[in-house]
Nanobody
Framework: QVQLVESGGGLVQAGGSLRLSCAAS????????MGWFRQVPGKEREFVAT????????YYTDSVKGRFTISRDNAKNTVYLQMNSLKPEDTAVYYC?????????????????WGQGTQVTISS
């Protein structure tokens, strides 16, 4: 089992920055592909960013390219999402997820473990 705990969410003004962290514990001897997703009430959860086991491959949804950066520190079993130039439309609950394999993936159904989510609110 792998437990994922997100942190770093909060309320910031448009144009500001936040860094989300996702700490993994439990069966962390593997280096799973990791992803960030987000969900707004009444809408489906959507893909934001993903990173493979060694950080060599990353992918982003178009709306965050150039503003968000996903990274990982395997020594700390932690994945980060640096979010810059935040917009009100980035407001959502952000979820961290882990795959069983090491590849990155943009598909929600490829992820096996999920965190509880952290709220990000961007004021205009």
């Amino acid at each position: 089992q792998v437990q994922l705990v997100e942190s770093g969410g909060g309320l910031v003004q448009a144009g500001g920055s936040l860094r989300l962290s996702c700490a993994a514990s439990g069966r962390t001897f593997s280096r799973p592909g990791m992803g960030w997703f987000r969900q707004v009430p009444g809408k489906e959860r959507e893909f934001v960013a993903t990173i493979n086991w060694d950080g060599g491959s990353t992918y982003y949804t178009d709306s965050v390219k150039g503003r968000f950066t996903i990274s990982r520190d395997n020594a700390k079993n932690t994945v980060y999402l640096q979010m810059n130039s935040l917009k009100p439309e980035d407001t959502a609950v952000y979820y961290c997820a882990a795959r069983l394999g090491g590849a990155a993936s943009v598909r929600e159904y490829d992820y096996y473990y999920w965190g509880q989510g952290t709220q990000v609110t961007i004021s205009s």
